[in-house]
């Protein structure tokens, strides 16, 4: 079991929590599997399904999120490794961002703090992971970008650079 600590101030984040070999298989919008799929409002889910269950982690080795950089290929299947993936003028953008981020369930990351600027987060019914951090800790250091939008992915991934891993004590 490990804990995750605030690399600015050190205060608990998330744990004890158990690393799980790797990143789970996502669930589809249809098919939550074995993980919760949150709170429901009268017209159905929030967000979509968990990435992992409560009390685990996961380290994606992937790059996630912003920045997005244009693919380089004419073979765009619309599979994206490591993250969402946008389009704009520009055409097919994949995530550059961070790789080696902390995967949880948003519930094991309780004290994160929305970030002041609003457009971090903004989604039509949750945050989304699209503009760079958008969680806080609460001594406003940048920790973590969650995910919490109806159609994607629900979790909290805590930054590398951010956060230290240490044993549960």
């Given at each position: 079991m490990n804990v995750l600590l605030c690399v600015a101030c050190g205060r608990r984040l998330a744990g004890p929590v158990r690393r799980l070999d790797g990143m789970p298989v996502r669930p589809g919008p249809d098919d939550p599997?074995?993980?919760?799929?949150?709170?429901?409002?009268?017209d159905g889910p929030e967000h979509g399904p968990a990435s992992v269950p409560r009390g685990t982690y996961a380290v994606d080795p992937l790059p996630f999120g912003a920045p997005f950089v244009p693919y380089e290929g004419d073979d765009y299947d619309g599979i994206v490794?490591?993250?969402?993936?946008?389009?704009?003028?520009?055409?097919?953008?994949?995530?550059?961002?961070?790789?080696?981020?902390?995967?949880?369930?948003?519930?094991?990351?309780?004290?994160?703090?929305?970030h002041p600027d609003p457009v971090r987060s903004a989604g039509c019914c949750g945050a989304t992971p699209y503009r760079g951090p958008n969680r806080l800790c609460p001594c406003g250091a940048e920790a973590a970008v969650e995910s919490s939008e109806c159609t994607g992915d629900w979790e909290t991934r805590l930054l590398p650079d951010a956060v230290r891993l240490e044993a549960a004590p």
């Open positions: 599997g074995p993980h919760d799929p949150g709170p429901s409002g009268a490794p490591g993250g969402p993936w946008l389009s704009d003028e520009r055409g097919f953008l994949l995530a550059d961002g961070p790789r080696g981020t902390y995967v949880l369930h948003p519930l094991d990351v309780p004290d994160l703090a929305p």
